[in-house]
Every structure is written in C-alpha cells, then in structure tokens.
T-cell receptor
Framework: DAEITQSPRHKITETGRQVTLACHQT?????MFWYRQDLGHGLRLIHYSYGVQDTNKGEVSDGYSVSRSNTEDLPLTLESAASSQTSVYFC?????????????FGPGTRLTVL | LAKTTQPISMDSYEGQEVNITCSHN???????ITWYQQFPSQGPRFIIQGYKTKVTNEVASLFIPADRKSSTLSLPRVSLSDTAVYYC???????????FGKGTMLLVSP
C-alpha cells in the first residue's frame, strides 16, 4: 500500500545545529507539504512543493528550507536550530493542487531543541 | 480566506450522536468545506468534504445550510476511538494550501 513516512520519529538536538527531517511518500504525488504543530496554534504551513525543483514558502518559513530533487522526497532542513523550533512536524502529500484534494499526512516527527 | 470558528472542546459519551458546528461567516462562493480528524500522536486525516446541503459517508455526515455561513459535522453513535481533534477548513477549490485552525477536541467517555 502507498504510504508517507517520516524519519526520525523523535529527535533531540542543540541550539545552532543543522537538522534535517526526512519525508518520503510512495503515492507518486506531485504535491508535498511541511507543517508544524504547536499547542495553541493548530497546524501551520512551513513550505510546500508542486513538483521536482519547485518549492514555495508557507506561513512560517523563516529558519527552514526544503529542496525537491525527486517526486518521492521533500526533506526539511533547519539551518540553525532554535528553541522556538521545538515542535511536532508533519509532512503531507496530495495528488492534485486543489485544496479540495485530500492531503495524506505522515506520522510526524517530534523535535526538541535544547 | 474565510475565517472559521469552532468550539475548543466537546465532551460526549459512547453511543451518542455528536454534532460539531463550525462558523464561517465570510465564506466565498467558490469555497469548499472540509473536515479533518487527528488522533493523538498521528497526523490529520480527511473525513468529509462538501459544498452545500448534506454529504454522508461511512464515517460522518456534513450538514451545510443554504446560506453556507456554518456547517455541522455529525458523528453517529461515537465510540471511545472517536476521541480526537476535529478541524474545519474552508478554502476555494483552486487554492492549493490548507489553513488549519485550532480545531475541536472531542473527548468520548464510557
């Protein structure tokens, strides 16, 4: 069955370190998204991609970057981790661009920045 | 994008019908209403979507009045496993990204 996976599931890092969170989907979806979820804020969009070599900034993109070199993967990089980036990160994918199209979410990565 | 308002939390008991109402007063003509469900320690998952009147699937029903300024997610005969956060989203079909609010935390007790 097609799926979307994230790794690692849990990560503890130190302030200032570079961290990369992996997202891999086997749906063959063109569209991929990264969200962060914090208490009191719901899910907020960080970056998204419509296809290979395409990336776009979301609502809370500062301090994060993504690159899309193939259809299956959209890694999220924190260039210099900050304590404010302690959060749960979710990756998602969808077949079509329309907001009416279902987004399929991964299990999440819990990141702690000390 | 239309702003949505939904209760922060709701409590219910097993076997009851639960109705969660979402207010979206400034919904636009081409906006669709979508609900997602999120269990603890999991990503959200799509439940149901509609434009007007009533939509039903194997999980839930969605009621949308004629003015479309609100919508109600109805969960028939909830069980403990329906304990989750439920998100109401409103967006035009041509808009590629979703905006999640804080959702409604539904707690189902025995």
């Amino acid at each position: 069955d097609a799926e979307i996976t994230q790794s690692p599931r849990h990560k503890i890092t130190e302030t200032g370190r570079q961290v990369t969170l992996a997202c891999h989907q086997t749906w063959n979806h063109n569209n991929m998204f990264w969200y962060r979820q914090d208490l009191g804020h719901g899910l907020r969009l960080i970056h998204y991609s419509y296809g290979v070599q395409d990336t776009n900034k979301g609502e809370v993109s500062d301090g994060y970057s993504v690159s899309r070199s193939n259809t299956e993967d959209l890694p999220l990089t924190l260039e210099s981790a900050a304590s404010s980036q302690t959060s749960v990160y979710f990756c998602a994918s969808s077949e079509h661009r329309a907001s009416t199209d279902t987004q399929y979410f991964g299990p999440g990565t819990r990141l702690t920045v000390l | 994008l239309a702003k949505t308002t939904q209760p922060i939390s709701m409590d219910s008991y097993e076997g009851q019908e639960v109705n969660i109402t979402c207010s979206h007063n400034n919904i636009a003509t081409n906006d669709y209403i979508t609900w997602y469900q999120q269990f603890p320690s999991q990503g959200p998952r799509f439940i149901i979507q509609g434009y007007k009147t009533k939509v039903t699937n194997e999980v839930a029903s969605l009621f949308i009045p004629a003015d479309r300024k609100s919508s109600t997610l109805s969960l028939p005969r909830v069980s403990l496993s329906d304990t989750a956060v439920y998100y109401c989203l409103v967006a035009p079909s041509g808009y590629s990204t979703l905006t999640f609010g804080k959702g409604t935390m539904l707690l189902v007790s025995p």
